[in-house]
Each structure stands twice: as C-alpha cells, then as structure tokens.
C-alpha cells in the first residue's frame, strides 16, 4: 500500500520568495565565489541529476498535464450536486481558534509547518498534534488564529509565535502532546466524541493548514472506520484505530482536528492514501488513551554537524574520492558559495565544460551538513530552470520547482508526495 505521507509540509515557497533571510536557490550563482573546493562532501542525499534531466526534458508538458487533470475533474463533478452541511458554519465559528498552526523549527528557521488543536488536560490547556509535525525538530513554536486572516509568510514573519515544550509522544499512534505557556483562557478546548458512535456516512469537519493556507474548513463524510490499522511513512510504521472520510486532507493538516456535527472531536488528520478522497485520521479513543499514557523519555537527536560545530565545517572531508556509503560526490571541481555571508560554505557550483556557466548547484539550504537541493541549468543561460528538492531530507527528492518560460520565477510545483518516482500533482503558481 502507498501511503502519502503527510509530513509537515516544507514550506519551500516562504524559503525561496519571502523573508530577508531566505534561501534564494535561484540566485546563488549570482553569489561571491568564496573558493575553489578541493573536498568530497560525504552524507549527501541528493546527488542524481538523471532525475532532474529527464524531468526538464519534458516540462514542456507539465503544465498540459496539470491541466487535464483540472478538466477531468471539473467534469466529473459538472452535473454533482454539492452537499449541505446543517451546523456547519457554527461548528467552523465555535472551534476555529481552537485550531494552531505549529512551526518544526531547525537552527531558529521554520523548516516545516503543521497542525494542532488545543485540549484541556489536568486543568491546563495543552495541544495535541502528530508525531511527524514536530520529529527531529529543534525548536517548536505555535500560532494562534489572528484578528485578521492573513497569508503563512505574514504569519511566521511578522506575528509572534508562543514557545512550546514536548510533554510526550507515541511514535506508533503517530501523537504528541505539547505544552504551551500563557494560551490565552478564551480559547474553547475541544469536546470528545466517541469511536464506537462514528459510523459511516455521517459528516465530518476537518480544519487545519493544507500546504500552508491557514485555517482552513473542509467539510466531508465518514468513509469507513478502520480499527487497527496499520501504516507506514519512510523509515517507520504506525498503528491506530483511524476513521477513513473524504473531507478534504492535504500535507499541512496533519495534526488538526476532525468533528462530528454534534461539536466533538472524533479524530486526528494525519495520513493519506493513494487515490482521490483516502483520507484518515487517528481516532479519538486512540488519543485519550494516549494522554493516560504514563510519559517517557524524549531522546533528542543531534546531527554530526551540531556535535562537531566547534570544528568548522566537519561534513566536508579533505579527500578527492568517494569515501561515504550513503551517498557522495565529487566536487573537486566545484566552487564554494557562502551564499548566507555568514561564514559557513552552504553552495557549490559545477561548470562541467569550463565555459564560464554554472550547469548545476547543490545546495545545503539549512547548513545542516546534507544537501536538500540541486538546481540545473541545462540551456546554460545563467537561470536554474528546474530545482529538485529533499524536502524531508531523506534522499528522495519530492517537490520540484520549474521555470517553464525561463524568466527565472517558478511556473509550477510538482509534488511527489509517496516518492514512488512519479509526480502525483503539478501545481501552477
């Protein structure tokens, strides 16, 4: 079976486009040339450009793709009635902002969003999310729904954030439950329904930030309810009582919370499956269990770059061969770029036939010591067409950025959610 993961979704965009601080992968072979490397960069994930040359080669039908596929879906749902939902609007205004956007925060910079919901729990108020919205995170801050809606960039970079503290995980339920100082009393904790009364048929309520449009309502059906059910993302496997709807479910709600029409929370957004409207979330029983559930230690896990950081730049290993398992590449011939000017190599740019053009950058996009990019300029005229990106860092590249008209502002976005190799949505900007 395969499952798209719903892991909190790299906001990519914010990087490239926003904040003073972003990463602009476009222009980093308009940055200073700080040396000629003479290292092999070990550890790194992204190193097969054959991906991103066969991609380019047809981008030329990607937008004829995507747009198909909009048609195709308009006309199947021409001549269907849309559904009514009664109570709809005063379950979306009674627990709206209850609902937080959560930021998975790597050396101060929010590298990943979620999901959560707020709950009252030994008389204080606490928040409920997914395991993977907050794994492998340095820092964890949490937003609560503004006086004025405004866009995921505004959000992050112009209004604060509370700081959150890990109380407690279950890895294999896929729950965490967070604990967040001065939550202001006003915020309504969520009621809980109970498993054993869903059933199928009944209409659901899924709020949550779907590829970072935030506060977001998608009203749906109860599918079926699947107990005991087994899943898997990369690199581990989960197990829950989950309910199946079609309410609209997307990368960015994973963590939020699914309603009855009767205002009680039923269950936790949190995974997808292949295909038009498989949609699961983890079932209510399953996370008040998880709350009786005695805490044990978090292990926090650091990179060798955070262990050895007093030594400088200990990825880049002064070797001219291959000399790493997982992946390595040669950039003997390579020029470093500090693109950041903060003292820390985070480019390297490749002219292959020594005409004076970078064809292909790779790129460590949080200087965390592995690269999440590579960018290819195949027509050799100074602009990175395609850029392929790890957004989990896990070797497999799932999002790609094109610039179909080279004008050197992205096109469209081609997701590859289960990084199965195929591009599941292509999405024009």
Known sequence: MKIKFLKI????????????????????????????????VNDTNLVDTKNAENLLDNVKNLNE??????????????????????????????YIE?????????????????????????????????????????SLSVWIMPKKMVNEEF?????????????????????????????????????????????????????????????????????????????????SSHKAN????????????????????????????TFTDKGEGLNFAIAVDDVIAFLNEKPKPIKKKKSKYIKKKDKGNTWIKKKKKKTSEKGSIDLSNAKEIDHNK????????????????????????NEDGTIEAVAIDKNENNNFEIILIDTNNNGNPDEADIDEDDDGETDVIAYDYNEDGEWDKFENV
Do not use: C
């Open 9 to 40: 979704f790299f906001v990519i965009n914010f990087l490239f486009i926003s904040s003073t601080n972003a990463f602009d992968i476009r222009n980093i072979n308009k940055s200073n040339v700080v040396s000629q490397a003479s290292y092999n």
């Open 65 to 94: 793709a995507y747009s198909e596929k909009e048609q195709e879906i308009k006309n199947k749902n021409k001549n269907k009635s849309q559904p009514k939902y009664k109570g709809a609007e005063d379950i979306y205004n009674y």
């Open 98 to 138: 209850s609902v937080v956007f959560i930021g998975n925060l790597k050396k101060n910079r929010v590298v990943g969003m979620g999901s959560g919901f707020v709950i009252k729990e030994k008389e204080e108020l606490k928040i409920i999310t997914n395991w993977h919205v907050i794994d492998d995170a340095d």
């Open 155 to 235: 959000l992050i970079n112009q209004i604060d954030s509370y700081s959150a503290k890990l109380i407690k995980v279950n890895k294999t339920k896929d729950l965490a439950l967070l604990k967040v100082e001065g939550l202001p009393l006003k915020i309504k904790p969520v009621r809980f329904g109970k498993f054993n009364k869903v059933r199928p048929g009944q209409n659901v309520f899924a709020m949550g930030h779907p590829h970072g449009h935030l506060w977001t309502f998608s009203p749906g059906f109860v599918s079926q309810i699947r107990p005991d059910y087994d899943w898997r993302y990369k690199g």
């Open 242 to 269: 989950v309910i199946q709807t079609d309410a609209s479910i997307n990368p960015g709600n994973s963590g939020g919370p699914l309603f009855n029409k009767d205002k009680e929370l039923i269950g936790v957004n």
């Open 342 to 365: 903060n003292g820390v190599i985070d480019a390297w740019l490749i002219d292959e036939n020594n005409n004076g053009i970078y064809e292909i950058g790779y790129v460590d996009m």
